[in-house]
């Protein structure tokens, strides 16, 4: 037996018996909520409209308090919110917006706006509803590398580039999953290579990941290594990059000690052709020379060797004038050390100091740096001091300029800062670095 009964302005059917189908049309509900009530639902009615269709029912439908409650339904309102969400979501995905466009243009610098178009049209033609799967992005991959195998790389990139990780991939995001492939900076691929098989997104690898990396990418680009081959250049990476000895190595370390080995990167970066890579000169190298001074085991041995100013990669840099004859710059520096020791690993992979010395002679400045765990300008090269301090507007010790990794000033007051807020002050300048290029961004931003 059926009866029907309508309730403000829906039309509900009981069903009692055998199975029916059951068909409901034009049911209007403004909200829909749903109650976790044991195994039931809630949907209240009103305000928009949505055709619900409902088959093979053999439960009772009830009219209580202007709502229909569903034991075991068929129909979930949830699921109804999430296909209105989804297209909604869908529409936006698929759209190549003006601010989609400058947002690419700023973060990959050697993209044109028609090589954005044109990577849009291709990226719906693959995927009209605007997302890509991680099938469709290893069949991207594939075609690119014809010749390799690109299923086992795929499961490590495609978890980095799904930011969101809703599963799919925006064309923002596989844009800049393609840029690996295309990018002419060596420095940008091999820290996007780390970033893969950082697989526990620690910050740093080990001897597994890199064996994962190095099986995966070579049989990626047809070159396949057995196990013990792999193994064996494992070893050797490990050897050129684990500066500290721990076991494991920082995405700098594996940067800095891969770039200058074609015979790594060959192995390391799909694609890898020396040619192809141009040799630039980073922001802090022109600004502090070739070289640095740094401690060989932090101090404690007493010796220091030069490394090369590059290997600081792109770091946010603070620049600390100071003198062992002054007593406020005595007095800071101990404060200073332990804000810098405070802060964890992954944060030290992005931030550093270089002492710029006021110190008189060699002997002072040696027994200075000594109480510290960074970097140094060679106190030799004061001609360059002297022109940082006339650049940076010192006018007095001690003073700590905090640079962004694009060379901006984030700010000239990074004595009273630490003062006030130690090792907060650090984590909050790795924070402005981010809005910084966010507020660039939309400083090149064009009007629809």
């Known amino acids: 037996m059926i ?9 509900v059917v009981r069903q009692t018996g055998s ?13 829909v909520r749903r109650y976790q009530k044991t195994e039931s639902t809630v949907i209240s009615t009103g305000g928009w409209s949505q055709q619900f269709s409902a088959t093979s029912i053999g439960h009772q439908w009830a009219d209580q308090d202007r709502a229909f409650m569903l034991t075991e339904p068929r129909i979930m309102a949830n699921e109804v919110l999430q296909k209105l969400e989804s297209i909604k979501i869908t529409e936006e995905d698929c759209a190549l917006t003006r601010q989609k466009i400058d947002y690419i243009l700023c973060e990959i610098k050697t993209m044109t706006e028609e090589e954005i178009k044109a990577a849009h049209t291709k990226f719906m033609e693959i995927c009209p509803n605007g997302k890509m799967t991680r099938t469709m992005f290893a069949n991207v991959l ?20 799904d930011r969101d990780n809703n599963g799919t991939l925006s064309f923002t995001e596989f844009v800049f999953a393609m840029q690996i492939y295309s990018s002419n900076d060596l420095e940008d691929s091999l820290g996007l290579v780390f970033d893969i098989f950082d697989c526990d997104k620690s910050g740093t690898i080990d001897k597994k990941e890199i064996v994962q990396m190095i099986i995966a990418t070579s049989a990626l680009t047809d070159n396949s290594l057995e196990i013990q081959d ?12 684990d500066v500290r000895r721990v076991g494991k190595i920082t995405k700098t ?29 980073s922001v802090l190298t022109e600004l502090l020379g070739e070289q640095l001074l740094q401690h060989d ?17 792109y770091k946010i840099i603070g620049l600390y004038f100071s003198g062992h004859w002054c007593p406020p710059s005595r007095d800071f520096t101990p404060k200073l050390v332990e804000a810098y020791k405070s802060i964890d690993h992954s944060m030290q992979d992005k931030f550093d100091i270089v002492l710029v010395s006021s110190d008189n002679d060699q002997n002072a400045f040696d027994h200075y740096f000594q ?20 650049k940076f507007n010192v006018k007095r010790i001690p003073c700590l300029i ?33 809005l910084l290029g966010h507020t660039l961004m939309l400083l090149t931003m064009k009007p629809d």
Request: glycine share 6%; charged share 20%.
């Open 19 to 31: 199975t029916q189908t059951v068909r409901m049309q034009s049911i209007t509900t403004s909200s």
């Open 297 to 313: 085991t932090h101090g404690s041995t007493g010796t220091s060797k030069y490394i090369a100013t590059s290997e600081l990669g």
């Open 142 to 161: 594939q075609e690119v590398f014809s010749e390799g195998n690109a299923s086992d790389y795929c499961r490590y990139a495609f978890k980095l580039f």
């Open 253 to 281: 370390e594996f940067v800095n000690g891969c770039k200058n080995l074609s015979e790594y990167c060959k192995v390391l970066v799909p694609g890898y052709d020396e040619d192809d890579y141009v040799a630039t000169t």
């Open 3 to 11: 009866r029907s009964f309508s309730s403000s302005g829906s039309t």
């Open 230 to 241: 792999a193994k064996n250049l494992t070893k050797q990476i490990m050897q050129s990059c």
């Open 371 to 390: 109480e510290m765990p960074w970097k140094a300008l060679p106190f030799s090269d004061r001609t360059r001091k002297q022109a940082l301090v006339k």
């Open 402 to 434: 905090v640079l962004s990794s694009s060379g901006e000033v984030l700010t000239s007051k990074g004595v009273a800062e630490i003062n006030a807020y130690g090792a907060d002050s650090i984590r909050r300048w790795l924070q402005e670095e981010t």
